[in-house]
């Protein structure tokens, strides 16, 4: 059976970096940014994205391409039943981001209601924490936020790749980047903002530690979403005359430019108005009100700024699910239907403790943590590492001479990315990894 393909290569440029940029780069990365202390972490993760991140992001286009299936038949038929392990490290670490990813997806859907009905239109930091924890507080609402967000994700999927996700990604990221450089250039006109923009960029390495590391390879894995095999999945589509090393590129560029954009929109409204730079998870959420207060029109960037990081969430929620239902749909060739809504009926139930643990259940701890904090550390931090030095070893050892072809790299670079792969990569995360133990 042929499998549908990309009607263009911007198309795929578009959805793959639709994948990458989310709530990763707008709602993760400026809070753990910020709670590891700006600059010197901004270099670190900046070193890993274009380093291992992009490497891996170009393994996975390349296996995805050579053998147009999911993750974890694509292991096999390169490699062997072993390898497969890759791929199921990749579905296992997907089902848990997605059913975390939800919760705080529906988070956009609770803030675009209240920016609709004005309640998020104020600069008062008790108001705006006490909105935000009030909301993902309440056992009730988040949940049915949570549910909207998946049942959203469903239908994308549902419709296939070509029409639903390619179609959003080209209304979506120009619609994205404008909104961002306004918001942008109100921020950075906002009084002291210089000192918000030098927190963000100005290295202090004494702040590196173990845990930093961590923090940073996680964070740059999943802004980049490799490590899982959702790009693979992703370049299963995609056509033989399309330059990899292109197109990973514009997806590692877009989406870090992205990242850096929103550190940008939310780090000089921190300083401005005193804000708690170590908020969490809630700092995206109780920071951009302040900006859109003073903004003319403030309201309709509020609108614009919920829904379009509604869309951003929506199309990288759907290549996590994607890469749920290929495994079922390619392995076991149950139809397409009723296997998305199963996973989704499960992405909902997972998603219900990690909603929990900001209200009722947040004295749930397992060594300091939540139960959302550790579904995203073990994702994030241990699932996608793993899953980066498997495709690693995988790429260089196993077939080598397949991604050579498939990247078709000048000569003289070669050498450098094979070992790469055999090597430094898979060494310095697990060296990374060891060393926070
Ligand atoms: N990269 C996405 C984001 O930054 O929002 C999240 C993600 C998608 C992570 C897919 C991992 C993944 F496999």
Redesign the pocket.
């Known amino acids: 059976m042929s499998r549908s393909q990309w009607g263009s290569k911007l198309g795929f440029i578009l959805a793959s970096a639709g994948?990458?940029?989310?709530?990763?780069?707008i709602w993760?990365f400026p809070y753990v940014t910020a709670t590891n202390g700006g600059g010197a972490f901004l270099l670190i993760f900046l070193a890993i994205t274009f380093t291992m991140g992009f490497a891996l992001l170009l393994a996975e286009f390349a296996i995805g391409r050579a053998v147009a299936s999911g993750a974890v038949g694509a292991f096999r038929a390169l490699g062997n039943r072993r390898w497969s392990a890759i791929g199921y490290i990749g579905v296992l670490?997907?089902f848990l981001?997605l059913s975390f990813?939800s919760v705080v997806g529906g988070w956009t859907i609770g803030y675009l209601v209240r920016a609709l009905d004005g309640r998020v239109m104020t600069s008062d930091s008790q108001a705006l924490g006490s909105l935000f924890g009030s909301y993902v507080g309440n056992p009730v609402e988040p949940l049915i936020t949570h549910g909207i967000f998946a049942l959203l994700t469903l239908l994308v999927v549902m419709s296939g790749v070509q029409k639903g996700i390619e179609r959003a990604g080209k209304v979506l990221m120009p619609g994205l980047f404008i909104l961002m450089l306004v918001l942008i250039a109100r921020s950075l006109t906002l009084p002291h903002a210089i000192d918000g923009v030098m927190a963000f960029f100005a290295p202090d390495f004494t702040k590196v530690n173990p845990g930093m590391l961590v923090d940073a390879m996680g964070l740059a894995f999943?802004?980049?979403?490799v490590?899982?095999?959702?790009m693979l999945a992703y370049g299963s589509y995609l056509d033989r005359q399309t330059s990899l090393t292109q197109v990973g590129a514009w997806v590692t560029g877009l989406?870090t430019v992205t990242a850096v954009l929103a550190g940008l929109m939310i780090f000089p409204a921190v300083v401005s108005f005193g804000l708690n730079p170590a908020a969490g998870p809630g700092l995206t959420y109780m920071t951009m009100p302040v900006v859109f207060t003073r903004l003319p029109f403030g309201q309709l960037f509020a609108v614009a700024f919920f829904a379009l990081l509604l869309l951003a969430?929506l199309m990288?929620a759907v290549?996590?699910l994607e890469?749920l239902v290929v495994l079922p749909i390619d392995e076991w060739k149950l139809p397409r239907k009723p296997v998305t809504v199963g996973v989704t009926l499960l992405i909902f139930l997972m998603g219900i403790p990690a909603s929990l643990s900001f209200g009722p259940w947040a004295s749930y701890t397992f060594h300091g943590k939540t139960v959302f904090q550790l579904m995203d550390y073990a994702s994030s931090n241990v699932l996608?590492p793993l899953g980066g030095i498997g495709t690693a070893l995988f790429a260089g050892w196993k077939i080598w001479p397949l991604m050579a072809g498939e990247l078709a790299l000048p000569r003289a670079i070669e050498p450098a990315l094979k070992w790469t792969y055999r090597v430094a990569a898979p060494c310095l995360i697990a060296l990374i990894m060891l060393y926070n133990l």
């Not at 999943?222 to 979403?225: A, G, K, P, Q």
């Not at 490590?227 to 959702?230: E, K, M, N, P, W």
Request: aromatic share 8%.
């Open positions: 994948s990458a940029v989310g709530l990763g780069a993760k670490c997907c981001i990813y999943f802004h980049l979403s490590g899982a095999g959702c989406s969430a990288s290549s996590l890469q996608l």
